[in-house]
């Protein structure tokens, strides 16, 4: 067992914090559903109570870090300094229907050396208030479940995978690309799911309840977290031409490398 960090303490009591204020919001929810109006506007506000908890409680733990968040934006810190990247209600569409699969995801990015350039994601917490589960991550020093140790599945045939996506929606997303994409994997593997949160995709990816994953046109607050997780898992993860960087968002296939290569295959070939 990984001591946990001072840093990553700090990252799951805010994710607690506003947690535990996001269980309370969602269980208001099914009072709401008679109005059109009503559970939008109270999910907006949800949303944007969690993300002020959350900043409130690392701005207090380091106050010359920076923030990239979903609902303020960018918040410049000091000089030199890292910055968290925070998405206080990953699922917002499920929290909405009162489906109880959701997300709060804050990740660390530091600096380049020498460069105002932003470069390591060192850090990561992937919190579900509804299961009370903490995936966290820290460079070199693995992911995990609370205290125990997480590991990408070890499957390598895509006939046994479990393949994990997003699926575009109304004015989100090229459902064109994802057809073509869906047409060469789907037949080929074990099962494909649509669960509604990408930070707990990845986040179950490392915990082996998935074997991959893809996903394009999310932000970088949806899967700064999950990438590094992932990887820490002993995952990969890779754009859709199979670069890897820090963060993915526009593009993301994730697995474990065997898998990985297999899929990726597939998705280019269905792209060319």
């Known amino acids: 067992m990984a001591a946990i960090s001072?840093?990553?303490r700090v990252m799951e009591k805010?994710?607690?914090k506003a947690g535990g204020r996001l269980r309370r919001d969602f269980g208001e929810i099914e009072h709401?559903?008679?109005s059109r109006k009503g559970p939008a506007d109270f999910v907006s506000k949800a949303d944007m109570r969690a993300e002020r908890a959350i900043y409130d409680e690392l701005l207090a733990a380091r106050p010359d870090w920076g923030f990239e968040m979903e609902e303020a934006g960018t918040i410049e810190g000091k000089d030199g300094m890292p910055r968290w990247i925070v998405d206080p209600l990953d699922g917002t569409s499920n929290f909405l229907h009162g489906i109880p699969h959701f997300a709060i995801s804050i990740a660390v990015q530091?600096?380049?050396?020498?460069s105002d350039d932003?470069?390591?994601v060192t850090a990561a917490v992937v919190y579900n208030p509804v299961t009370d589960e903490t995936f966290w991550a820290e460079k070199t020093r693995g992911a995990w479940l609370h205290d125990g140790r997480?590991?990408?599945?070890?499957?390598?045939?895509?006939s046994e995978a479990l393949i994990?996506?997003?699926?575009?929606?109304?004015?989100h997303g090229d459902f064109g690309e994802w057809s073509k994409i869906f047409n060469a994997i789907g037949p080929n593997v074990a099962g494909i799911r649509r669960f509604g949160a990408a930070s707990l995709d990845l986040a179950w990816l490392a915990a082996g309840r998935f074997d991959g994953f893809w996903e394009s046109g999310l932000k970088d607050w949806d899967t700064a977290a999950g990438c590094l997780i992932v990887r820490e898992a002993g995952g990969f993860v890779s754009d859709y031409r199979g670069r890897s960087q820090q963060i993915h968002s526009k593009q993301v296939l994730a697995a474990n490398d065997q898998l990985h290569s297999k899929l990726h295959k597939m998705l280019a070939n269905a792209l060319k």
Not at 110 to 114: A, D, I, Y
Not at 150 to 158: A, E, G, I, K
């Open 6 to 8: 001072g840093l990553i």
């Open 14 to 16: 805010a994710a607690r």
């Open 32 to 34: 709401l559903q008679v």
């Open 110 to 114: 530091e600096r380049k050396l020498g």
């Open 118 to 120: 932003w470069g390591d």
């Open 150 to 158: 997480l590991r990408v599945s070890s499957r390598r045939n895509p």
């Open 164 to 171: 994990a996506t997003g699926i575009p929606v109304a004015g």
